[in-house]
């Protein structure tokens, strides 16, 4: 055998350990996922529950004394609830999928990066944690409130007109009579209802990774607290496009999610700085750290054009 293949068949082992490593934990993420779904279709109809519960609060507060959603298909309810199971499954089983990850991305890194990479992931499910909180508690109870504003409850008549029939069967279904047009009512399907429930905690709870994201790109140098401030006004007008966008036309709701996320970006700002602070102390401590001149410039880069123009003017 050559030299050139044994060098082949060496640089080919470790990408077969990798691989094999790889997969042994991809299997478990994917086992603690299936996992997550089956504990999470169990208790699928009580998350169900919670989650339609802004819109059960809005109905009774409109007058309707017996809020309602339908399905308009037989697998439909079904489907929903593997829906859930799917989102809640991923949830539960994210702590597993996230330490198979830093056990396979930790022996590349140094001890430093691992100090630096480990808080980020701790941090980002107690970030989106909190945005789908606020999603769910402040955000959808004030769209539902919005949109629903406009339906007309159809129950309403149903049941008064089943208090003023005598003698009513406890089964009979009582349609209203009407003669002066079209009636628009309200009669919510479940998996849209859900749909909107769903997209309010994803958006919040993406925007809530803000801080987490920009934080980890300034601890990369990619980006500065001096850049970030710099483009502040073109953050402003880019938050208040998303208000307007993942908000209903609300000018309440869509203030309280353009101060919720543009409050996320200045404190994204202060801890980027935190961070250059930190890394300015421990270049101080090392020795490694240089002053800018008064122009700005680097000495050590200042050094090296002195001498270029030297050469320069030798030649």
């Given at each position: 055998?050559?030299?050139?293949?044994e060098?082949?068949?060496?640089?080919?082992?470790?990408?077969?350990e990798?691989?094999?490593?790889?997969?042994?934990?991809?299997?478990?993420a994917?086992?603690?996922f299936?996992?997550?779904?089956?504990?999470?279709?169990?208790?699928?109809?009580?998350?169900?529950?919670?989650?339609?519960?802004?819109?059960?609060?809005?109905?009774?507060?409109l007058?309707?004394p017996s809020?309602?959603?339908q399905?308009?298909?037989?697998?439909?309810?079904?489907f929903t609830?593997?829906?859930?199971?799917?989102?809640?499954?991923?949830?539960?089983?994210?702590p597993?999928i996230?330490?198979?990850?830093w056990?396979f991305?930790a022996?590349?890194?140094?001890?430093?990066?691992?100090?630096?990479?480990?808080?980020f992931?701790l941090?980002s499910?107690?970030m989106?944690?909190?945005?789908?909180?606020?999603?769910h508690?402040?955000?959808t109870?004030?769209?539902?409130a919005?949109?629903?504003g406009?339906?007309?409850v159809?129950?309403?008549?149903?049941?008064?007109?089943a208090?003023?029939?005598?003698?009513?069967?406890?089964?009979?279904?009582?349609?209203?009579?009407?003669?002066?047009?079209?009636?628009?009512?309200?009669?919510?399907?479940?998996?849209e209802?859900?749909?909107?429930?769903?997209?309010?905690?994803m958006?919040?709870?993406?925007?809530?990774q803000?801080?987490?994201l920009?934080t980890l790109?300034?601890?990369?140098?990619?980006?500065?607290a001096?850049?970030?401030?710099?483009v502040r006004?073109?953050?402003?007008?880019a938050?208040?496009?998303?208000?307007?966008?993942?908000?209903?036309?609300?000018v309440v709701?869509?203030?309280?999610l353009?101060?919720?996320?543009?409050?996320?970006?200045?404190?994204?700002?202060?801890?980027?700085?935190?961070?250059?602070?930190?890394?300015?102390?421990?270049?101080?401590?090392?020795?490694?750290?240089?002053?800018?001149?008064?122009?700005?410039e680097?000495?050590?880069?200042?050094?090296?054009d002195?001498d270029?123009?030297?050469?320069?003017?030798s030649?």
């Open positions: 055998m050559s030299a050139t293949e060098e082949i068949e060496d640089s080919a082992a470790p990408l077969i990798h691989l094999a490593e790889l997969r042994t934990r991809l299997i478990r994917v086992g603690a299936l996992v997550g779904i089956i504990l999470a279709f169990v208790v699928a109809e009580p998350i169900l529950q919670f989650l339609l519960a802004p819109i059960e609060a809005t109905l009774r507060e007058g309707d809020p309602t959603l399905y308009t298909s037989p697998q439909e309810y079904l609830l593997f829906r859930i199971s799917m989102v809640f499954g991923f949830a539960l089983a994210f597993v996230a330490h198979q990850l056990r991305v022996p590349g890194l140094y001890k430093t990066e691992k100090n630096a990479f480990l808080p992931i941090a499910p107690l989106f944690l909190l945005g789908a909180s606020f999603a508690f402040v955000v109870p004030l769209a539902m919005f949109f629903l406009f339906a007309d159809s129950s309403i008549f149903a049941n008064l007109l208090g003023s029939v005598q003698n009513l069967p406890d089964a009979a279904a009582v349609v209203p009579e009407t003669d002066d047009g079209i009636r628009i009512t309200f009669f919510g399907k479940v998996n209802s859900l749909d909107i429930t769903l997209k309010f905690i958006a919040f709870g993406l925007c809530f803000l801080p987490v920009l790109m300034g601890k990369a140098g990619m980006v500065s001096e850049g970030l401030g710099s006004k073109y953050a402003m007008i938050i208040l496009i998303l208000a307007a966008l993942v908000t209903p036309p609300d709701t869509q203030l309280i353009f101060t919720v996320v543009y409050g996320l970006y200045e404190l994204s700002i202060f801890l980027v700085r935190m961070v250059e602070k930190r890394r300015e102390a421990d270049l101080r401590a090392q020795g490694l750290w240089f002053e800018d001149d008064e122009e700005g680097d000495p050590l880069f200042k050094e090296f002195e270029d123009d030297e050469k320069g003017d030649k």
